[in-house]
């Protein structure tokens, strides 16, 4: 079974029988657990490099609140 939890201001992080593929459905990593980038400024797109931690990314909504 593949599982898939949000990190409060960090990655995505994907465990399972999994496999990442490029929009031409070609294999880029196989693997059993991944770490996937949220905030947009890793240098390894699509994983994580830690870069959210440096650039102060934040899950919150913008203002705060919930969006529905």
Same mark, same amino acid.
């Given at each position: 079974?593949?599982?898939?939890?949000?990190?409060?201001?960090?990655?995505?992080? *994907?465990?399972?029988?999994?496999?990442?593929? #490029?929009?031409?459905?070609? *294999?880029?990593?196989?693997?059993?657990?991944?770490?996937?980038?949220?905030?947009?400024?890793?240098?390894?797109?699509?994983?994580?490099?830690?870069?959210?931690?440096? *650039?102060?990314?934040? #899950?919150?909504?913008?203002?705060?609140?919930?969006?529905?």
């Amino acid at each position: 079974m593949a599982s898939i939890t949000l990190n409060k201001n960090g990655p995505y992080h *994907v465990k399972g029988d999994i496999e990442i593929t #490029d929009a031409e459905g070609n *294999v880029i990593e196989a693997g059993p657990e991944f770490w996937l980038c949220r905030c947009g400024h890793s240098a390894t797109k699509p994983f994580c490099d830690g870069t959210h931690k440096k *650039v102060g990314f934040s #899950d919150e909504p913008a203002g705060g609140a919930e969006s529905t």
